[in-house]
């Protein structure tokens, strides 16, 4: 009988089995913020759908808005979003990941520039992204640029957000290679650059995709920065080049649900399905690479 | 720069100097330097510095071409410090400056017109921790050839070699598309000698290569050096005695004094002979100390 109660109790042990009050009370705390989480995700999922899914057909992705509520759909949204966010990802990715290579493996740390730039690169990505919004606005004014409603401009307002995100995931990625594997390739003869494109960042590339795919599903859920731009609500015409005007997603759910007719909330709830549905398909192309190259040291 | 450096410590103060000079009365008597007959590296008045901190002081010694030396001391007396200084591997740490100069071919490495990556391409280094890229073995040792641009006529047959002297050809010459990864901790360790004898350096470090390995593994490493010895000139870090015993033709004894002026602790050289001296009849008390257990 002791024996048995004994390994009980050790076996609770390496559960992590405390049953003092407290860390009972703490661990339902933690079970109900979980649950609290995952029923909010759930109620919202599951009321988007209840009310868009009758709208979720061939139209959506053919049709342009229209002030027939029938005859509307998020074509030029959508293509406008893919476009913006490609336009995104061609400016961030290089210049974040090079920035982010400097700072970790060839700037000087010992250098009170650099960290300053390293603090303010960390500051940089808890800014508000309407504040990318106006800042794009007042540079692209002092420019001279007069139509700000469009594609390469919409698309320099979400690289400035995301910018320092990629930066920091870059160096986060390269940090998580051993230093061992730097001093080895380094020993053999090979040069700093030799030993970066070879080892270094081969094996942060994983790390480096994965943070680069969740910071551009956040862009691509971003109406604040494109709306200040003067993004159109309104759009009868793809997009058909950097310079073209253009809608996206979040704007269009946001003029939808603007309007007083009850068929224009069910499009834009349909709208917020397809919207989820991308981020959905992007975050697991994120989790895949991640789970299929992560290098374990 | 070296020679600027030499110059700031000089002017710095009468104290200092003084700091210095019974650093050399500590380390006047180490060696029977003249007695190397062909040196393959030799130290002359090598202080390595971080920042300000002085972590290794005044080392003369000479490393004998085709021998094995090993450096053993204390914990913190500077003996990786100096063996990380004899490649330059030294110049990767931010603030890290080595004054005196370490000749090889009659050219000191640390010249302005010396290039770092021919130093480290010429003499290779073995680490503590066994570090295998993340490569199929065979890509592992090519690696070094290829990104120096070596052009053999056949890599495969390079490959082989270098794993052949590694003495791990038969293990591994099944598997060699498979990761190096799969290979246990004495093979990962003599996969990466074989890397370092890919590119056919002069000189191989060995900082502790056997700190991680079980006694088996390590007496395979150990005979593998005796073995390399006919082709290469071999330093050796230890903190295991028996192994510079059992290996090294001459051993150098570092430990860490008290710099007078600053109080921080520096490495010095004690005393540098061969082995069988250094362990029957060492001249210093602090070696005979040392390699009696009675501290350290």
Redesign the interface.
């Known amino acids: 009988m002791t024996s048995l109660s004994q390994s009980n109790s050790l076996r609770g042990r390496v559960r992590g089995g405390d049953n003092s009050p407290l860390s009972m009370a703490f661990l339902f705390l933690l079970w109900f913020s979980v649950f609290f989480a995952f029923v909010f995700l759930l109620t919202l999922i599951v009321t988007t759908w209840i009310d868009g899914a009758a709208r979720l057909d061939l139209r959506m992705f053919t049709e342009f808005p229209s002030s027939a509520p029938e005859d509307a759909g998020a074509r030029p949204a959508i293509l406008g979003s893919l476009m913006v966010i490609s336009v995104t990802a061609l400016f961030t990715l290089p210049l974040g990941i090079a920035a982010g290579i400097h700072l970790e493996e060839f700037a000087?740390?010992?250098n009170w520039f650099n960290r300053a730039i390293e603090l303010n690169v960390q500051n940089l990505a808890a800014v508000p992204s309407i504040v990318y919004g106006l800042l794009t606005l007042g540079a692209l004014t002092a420019m001279g640029v007069r139509d700000k409603n469009i594609v390469i401009a919409g698309a320099m307002a979400l690289s400035l957000l995301i910018l320092p995100v990629v930066i920091i995931v870059t160096r986060e990625s390269l940090r998580a290679v051993?230093l061992?594997?730097?001093?080895?390739?380094?020993?053999?003869?090979?040069?700093p650059l030799?030993t970066l494109f070879?080892?270094t960042l081969p094996?942060a590339v994983p790390g480096i995709a994965t943070g680069s795919i969740l910071a551009l599903s956040r862009a691509l859920g971003e109406a604040a920065p494109l709306l200040i731009l003067g993004a159109l609500v309104f759009v009868s015409f793809d997009p058909n080049g950097l310079f073209s005007g253009y809608t996206t997603l979040p704007i269009q759910i946001f003029n939808w649900t603007g309007r007083p007719q009850e068929e224009f909330h069910v499009l834009a709830a349909a709208t917020s399905i397809v919207l989820l549905g991308l981020l959905l398909a992007m975050n697991s192309i994120a989790i895949t690479i991640r789970n299929r190259f992560q290098?374990r040291w | 720069m070296a020679t600027n450096n030499v110059k700031k410590s000089d002017q710095k103060s009468g104290t200092k100097k003084s700091a210095e000079t019974t650093v050399r009365i500590v380390t006047a008597d180490h060696g029977p330097v003249s007695e190397i007959v062909i040196p393959a590296l030799e130290c002359q008045d090598v202080d390595v510095f971080y920042g300000s901190f002085r972590a290794v002081s005044d080392v003369n010694m000479a490393f004998g071409k085709n021998e094995i030396t090993a450096l053993i001391g204390p914990s913190g007396c500077g003996k990786s410090t100096l063996l990380r200084s004899l490649?330059r591997?030294n110049d990767?740490v931010?603030?890290a400056r080595v004054t005196g100069s370490v000749t090889f071919h009659g050219e000191n490495i640390y010249a302005p017109e010396v290039d770092a990556?021919?130093v480290?391409?010429?003499i290779?280094?073995v680490?503590q921790?066994p570090?295998?890229?993340?490569k199929s073995i065979y890509d592992n040792v090519a690696?070094?050839p290829r990104?120096?641009g070596m052009k053999p006529d056949n890599m495969d047959d390079l490959v082989e070699e270098a794993l052949t002297q590694a003495a791990l050809w038969d293990e591994v010459k099944d598997k060699l598309k498979q990761t190096a990864f799969g290979l246990s901790g004495g093979q990962q360790q003599r996969l990466?000698i074989a890397?370092?004898i890919a590119?056919k350096p002069d000189i191989i470090l060995m900082d502790e290569p056997c700190s991680a390995l079980d006694p088996i593994a390590t007496k395979r490493i150990e005979d593998l050096m005796l073995e390399l010895t006919k082709d290469y000139t071999i330093v050796i870090v230890t903190h295991n005695m028996q192994q510079a015993a059992r290996v090294a033709d001459r051993t150098a004894f570092f430990t860490a004094l008290p710099d007078e002026t600053t109080g921080n602790r520096t490495g010095v050289l004690v005393e540098f002979d061969r082995t069988s001296e250094i362990f029957t009849n060492p001249k210093d008390v602090r070696t005979e100390d040392y390699i009696s257990g009675r501290f350290g």
């Open positions: 000087n740390r010992r051993p061992e594997i730097r001093e080895g390739s380094l020993a053999l003869g090979a040069t030799q070879r080892q094996s290098q | 490649n591997m990767l931010d603030g990556i021919e480290r391409r010429r290779g280094m680490f921790k570090n295998p890229f993340p690696y070094g990104v120096i990466c890397r370092t590119v």
